[in-house]
């Protein structure tokens, strides 16, 4: 009987350090690399040296600007909405984000955009090199809206779509660089 204890104690303690360990490497992420000294940030996809760069054409936010913006504090007088692309099959493609046809900004993979609008209804649009989407968002004064613009890139092609955030977007928001902050 002794025998059958120590078998089930040690499945116990194996089972237990297991699943710790896979809760740790969960929360393990790649750090968020830095701008470029021009102020540009580029995602990194492969190994050196034939890592393959996609960067964005103009200076990202300031790190305090992006910390403002991944506290999720809500305006006041604007309706506030993120777009956040963090995909694993989204790995390439920079694609443009208009609102309503007016502001614009580049996203590159694992970033994300704050968009502090009127309260309303506005259509956000995306476009890269083999096609567009578009949805619509809508909201009030002092609300948050995150909206992921999910996309799958593969050598026969690729595609994008916006979908409603989930509990985990602010996670995915947390883990991504700002690469815009339109007012």
């Known amino acids: 009987m002794g025998r059958i204890q120590s078998t089930a104690g040690r499945r116990a303690a194996l089972i237990a350090l297991g699943s710790g360990t896979l809760l740790l490497a969960a929360c393990v992420s790649k750090p968020v690399r830095p701008a470029n000294a021009d102020g540009t940030w580029c995602h990194r996809v492969g190994k050196a040296p034939r890592y393959k760069l996609t960067c964005t054409s103009a200076p990202v936010p300031p790190p305090a600007v992006e910390a403002d913006a991944k506290r999720f504090a809500a305006s006041a007088e604007r309706f506030t909405v993120y777009v956040v692309r963090r995909r694993w099959a989204d790995a390439a493609n920079i ?77 995915r928001v947390l883990r991504a660089r700002m690469v815009a902050d339109i007012e």
């Open 95 to 171: 694609v443009e984000l208009t609102v309503d046809g007016l502001a614009q900004a580049e996203t590159v993979p694992e970033s994300f955009v704050r968009l502090r609008l009127p309260p309303g209804q506005h259509v956000l649009r995306a476009t890269w090199s083999e096609g567009d989407t578009q949805t619509m968002v809508r909201g009030g004064a002092g609300e948050i809206r995150v909206v992921e613009l999910a996309g799958s890139v593969w050598a026969w092609g690729s595609r994008y779509g916006f979908e409603p955030g989930d509990e985990g977007s602010r996670d």
